[in-house]
């Protein structure tokens, strides 16, 4: 007889990665998606549907007392890093008190959890980080997520924490991102500002889902850089885009970031080093090129 497949718990499961992952994983687990206000677009057959808010320590006892899970993929998070600086409660709450609460729930158990952390908590003065460097966040939003990672690494120790950066993708229904506000400004013959000063390496949502599904079916432990293959500027990354797409690359012009004045300080060389990962993982990292290519393709 066949053995049951696992009992996977997803958080965030409404949100940009959160339904990348349940598409890429609902036919490999037994999946519980947790949602709080948001709602999934389609969800899968056969996953259910919890609705809990995880920053209430009560109600995660009761999720996981109720679901039993193998393993907990945490994707909750607050990612408006401008938002985080100016309401810090709610950014604590949200980044913070979420993780403290599923890992004291957790704690005497034998529960493969996984967290999704973020290259914020570097402060990429000078180059993207290894998995080693020292922490030094910029902003409220880093120093959120890394006191989730330090709480993490103190509290339990079958632990994944995999850290990623400038994900990209079609957004989910009714959303607005950077995907959809370069096409629907190029193709309208509008100009598409974007800073050239600051770098990272972004990551395909799907590419994501399909390395994080690759580290957690090897049940890899510790922490994982999960960055796509290209270290480039922002405006590189559109002008990739721009011909891609089609569209009159010249239409993409270069700014300082300075000029973006924002409540939170941003690293100017963010991302990650994702040189280990390639070593540990046989899913290939895409390059800016091989990903904008199939979204197009999607599109056609
Ligand atoms: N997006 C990026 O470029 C990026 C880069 C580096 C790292 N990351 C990390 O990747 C993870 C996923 O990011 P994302 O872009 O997918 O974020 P997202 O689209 O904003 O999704 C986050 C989800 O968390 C849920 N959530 C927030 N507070 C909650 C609560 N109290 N209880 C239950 N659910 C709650 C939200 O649901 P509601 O909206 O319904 O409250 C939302 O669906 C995060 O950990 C983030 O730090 C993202």
Redesign the pocket.
Known sequence: MANSPQKLLL??????????LLKKFHAHYDMAA??????IDDPPDGVEIVR?????KKAVNELVRTQEPDIIV???????VDGCESDRKRAL???F??VENLINAIKDSRIYFI??????IFNGVDHPANVDDGPAPLNY?GRT?LMAEEYITDNYARYLIA??????GMP?RG?TNLINYFYDSLKAGKEVQAPEDMYAN??W?ENLAELLLEAIQKGYKGMLHLGGKDYLSRYEFARIFARIFGFDKDLVKPIAAIYHKRPARRPRYAGLNVEQTHEKLDIPLLSADEALSAIHDRMK
């Open positions: 958080t965030g499961a409404a949100g940009f990665l959160g339904q990348a947790v949602i709080n206000r948001t709602e809990t808010d995880l920053s209430e945490n994707t909750a998070a607050w990612v408006d709450k949200s980044n008190s979420i967290q999704l952390s973020t290259d914020y939003y997520k850290r990623t950066c400038a994900l990209f989910n959303q972004p990551i949502v």
